[in-house]
């Protein structure tokens, strides 16, 4: 005849089992949800992960991404701007956010400022990270507020708009190591102050030309 204990400890063993099963299906879930994220997590730690492998990048990388053009583009006018942070945590409707302080405002920097997420986008869509058809589709606001400002200063909006984008993309393409290093940045930390900024342009220095 089984005596008391020995139930109680069969008994404590099942919910042990039961416990650890159960976290077992719950990191599997996580990992499939978020696999391409942990892995490069996993790989960053270790030093192994480069931003410019070509896998298909994730909708919060792309977004850091998009932030990080921005935020590069404030950052190459000081005399202008300064930036106060930049975030991939998610606002209302926008999935990102990057915040100047404008010193001494000039229409055609804050042209570029506003074009900075998209020409990015098209940086990592030239690596083939993400779909083409896809790039600027966020990007309705920056595309208005770069608009309302051409239609103020230029006599042909359209060229210049165009002119700006291209323009833009030079630059970030001059910097691409930066952008990957904010990109990365953003990732681990999700909200950048000027200070983390700093340390990053510090060991990737900008360039204009």
């Given amino acids: 005849m089984m005596s008391k204990t020995y139930f109680n400890r069969t008994k404590k063993w099942l919910i042990v089992f039961y416990l650890m099963a159960l976290n077992i299906f719950f990191l599997v879930v996580i990992y499939f949800d978020n696999h391409l994220s942990i892995q490069r997590s996993f790989l960053d730690f270790f030093g192994l992960y480069h931003p410019e492998t070509k896998e298909k990048l994730t909708e919060e990388e792309i977004t850091a991404y998009h932030e990080a053009g921005h ?3 404030t950052l190459l006018y000081p005399q202008n701007y300064k930036l106060r942070y930049v975030t991939i945590v998610p606002q209302g409707y926008t999935l990102g956010h990057s915040d100047h302080q404008v010193l001494k405002n000039n229409p055609q920097k804050s042209v570029l400022i506003a074009l900075g997420g998209t020409a ?8 083939h990270q993400m779909d083409k058809k896809t790039v600027g589709k966020g990007s309705g606001s920056d595309f208005k507020k770069a608009r309302k400002i051409l239609k103020k200063i230029s006599l042909n909006p359209k060229q210049d708009f165009d002119l700006s984008l291209q323009k833009v993309e030079h630059l970030l393409s001059l910097n691409k190591e930066t952008l990957d290093q904010i990109a990365r940045r953003l990732m681990l930390k999700k909200t950048l102050s000027p200070e983390d900024l700093h340390q990053i342009c510090q060991k990737y220095p900008l360039k204009e030309k």
């Fill in 71 to 73: 935020a590069l583009i």
């Fill in 120 to 127: 990015a986008e098209a940086l990592i869509a030239n690596n």
